[in-house]
């Protein structure tokens, strides 16, 4: 059984900085892919960042520079280091793994509230 839990979340000013964690289990971590999603409020779910099993990464344009993906295999974890945070990046944010075979997980959710 994955299982996916995500830390970190919660209140920052603008232009602070989160970082947010997601621990895996129940899988042989270092072969799937990861990846972090957000929602806000009345919206889609849209794609963050993604890591490969190699690291390969890969961002949405609205956070390119401003944050990092990586990942720890001896951990089983995947990070997101969130620099220079906006007020648009409030949301519920998801971690997302994907094995070879294209079975996908989600965790539970982390809000993330970005408000002076």
């Known amino acids: 059984q994955v299982q996916l839990v995500e830390s970190g979340g919660g209140l920052v000013q603008p232009g602070g900085s989160l970082r947010l964690s997601c621990a895996a289990s129940g899988t042989i971590f270092s072969i799937v892919s990861m990846g972090w999603y957000r929602q806000a409020p009345g919206k889609q779910r849209d794609l963050v960042a993604t890591i490969t099993s190699g690291g390969k990464t890969n961002y949405a344009d609205s956070v390119k520079g401003r944050f990092t993906i990586s990942r720890d295999n001896a951990k089983n974890t995947v990070y997101l280091q969130m620099n220079s945070l906006k007020p648009e990046d409030t949301a519920v944010y998801y971690c997302?793994?994907?094995?070879?075979?294209?079975?996908?997980?989600w965790g539970q959710g982390t809000q993330v509230t970005v408000s002076s």
């Open positions: 997302k793994l994907v094995r070879p075979t294209g079975v996908t997980y």
